[in-house]
């Protein structure tokens, strides 16, 4: 049975496309979600893309966080389905509390483009099963809003819980604390990352490879998943 992996488009999405692409390319059927529409139409799993929803106004994340769609995306993440925020996705799942922390202006206060590499720390997330820990991976980053910033004890929880999913190695590109790139949920159903890995999928376009990881992950959870495994804390 193909998977099926939303992917939902706001106002001033950008790369709903390419997560779409991106889903296809790992043997998804890709399912595209408007904004205004809470209905979710049967989906396995969702990305919410990177991009500028809304203009960024208030805040980055801040307006898309109340749109239809994200009222059913939050219920059902809160019950299990795997959902993956990308740089304005990941901004917008700190607005709506399925991440702790937030995303603010680079340190340096410019934009931020470049081919970055990353390390993988937390492997038993729904996204990042199919990775090894430790391993490098190098995929592109876009940002001006991209430090992850939270209170010494979130971090510290997040550090002793294992929920930092990828950390940049090889230079920070916006002064992240403790150089996170990535992190998780306490169930390892949610994730959000500040890179771009539905960049990296095609050798024609992208600098490696790597990001197609994240989406043949989720593919293969939700295969174990349907055979009576777990989603989170522990594939099967």
């Known amino acids: 049975m193909t998977m099926r992996i939303g992917v939902v488009t706001f106002p001033g999405s950008l790369d709903d496309g390419d997560a779409a692409r991106a889903a296809r390319i790992a043997g998804a059927e890709a399912v595209r979600l408007?904004?205004?529409d809470p209905d979710l139409h049967?989906?396995?799993?969702v990305v919410l893309p990177g991009g500028f929803s809304y203009g960024d106004y208030l805040r980055c994340g801040a307006i898309a966080r109340f749109a239809p769609v994200m009222e059913?995306?939050?219920?059902?993440a809160r019950g299990g389905l795997p959902v993956l925020g990308i740089c304005n996705g990941f901004q917008v799942l700190c607005e709506a509390h399925l991440l702790p922390g937030a995303l603010t202006r680079n340190q340096h206060l410019h934009f931020r483009n470049r081919d970055q590499w990353l390390k993988v720390e937390a492997t038993n997330t729904a996204w990042t099963n199919g990775f090894t820990p430790g391993q490098e991976i190098?995929?592109?980053?876009?940002?001006?809003?991209?430090?992850?910033?939270?209170d010494p004890a979130t971090l510290d929880k997040l550090e002793a819980e294992g929920r930092v999913i990828a950390r940049y190695i090889k230079g920070n590109p916006n002064g992240s604390q403790r150089d996170i790139a990535g992190i998780t949920n306490e169930a390892g159903?949610?994730?959000?990352?500040?890179?771009?890995?539905?960049?990296?999928?095609?050798a024609l376009t992208g600098p490696s490879l790597d990001g197609l990881g994240f989406f043949t992950s989720v593919l293969r959870a939700l295969a174990g998943s349907s055979a009576g495994g777990q989603l989170a804390g522990g594939q099967q």
């Open 42 to 45: 049967g989906v396995d799993a």
């Open 138 to 150: 190098l995929i592109p980053v876009k940002n001006g809003e991209g430090c992850y910033v939270a």
């Open 189 to 202: 159903n949610v994730v959000g990352i500040m890179p771009h890995p539905e960049h990296a999928v095609e």
């Open 34 to 36: 408007w904004h205004g």
């Open 72 to 76: 059913t995306i939050v219920d059902a």
